[in-house]
Nanobody, 124 residues
Framework: QVQPVESGGGLVQAGGSLRLSCAASRTFSRYDMSWFRQAPGKEREFVAF????????SYADSVKGRFTISRGNAQNTAYLQMSSLKPEDTALYYC??????????????????WGQGTQVTVSS
């Protein structure tokens, strides 16, 4: 099992940056990892994906060029570097782990383990 724990959220002004972290167990390297987010009254949406090796990444169009996902398997941690933040990025950000290798990675139903979330609030 891997139990993700997110940290690093907070309040930031538009245009600012934040770095989210997702710490997990020692079996972390066996899982693909993604970040999702959910704003009040909206469905949970895919943000970014990194494969278990770290060699493949993908992003939602809304964050491409502004967010960077990475991982350090030796540290059992995944990261989401967020820059040029906008008020519409305000949401609860979740880290999720997926064991099966699948053709796509954007559907939350594919993920086996979820963290509790960390709040990101971007003021205008």
């Amino acid at each position: 099992q891997v139990q993700p724990v997110e940290s690093g959220g907070g309040l930031v002004q538009a245009g600012g940056s934040l770095r989210l972290s997702c710490a997990a167990s020692r079996t972390f390297s066996r899982y693909d990892m993604s970040w999702f987010r959910q704003a009040p009254g909206k469905e949970r949406e895919f943000v970014a994906f990194v494969s278990r090796s770290g060699g493949t990444t993908s992003y939602a169009d809304s964050v491409k060029g502004r967010f960077t996902i990475s991982r350090g398997n030796a540290q059992n941690t995944a990261y989401l570097q967020m820059s040029s933040l906008k008020p519409e990025d305000t949401a609860l950000y979740y880290c999720a782990a997926k064991y099966r290798i699948t053709a796509q990675a954007t559907d939350p139903i594919l993920y086996d383990y979820w963290g509790q979330g960390t709040q990101v609030t971007v003021s205008s």
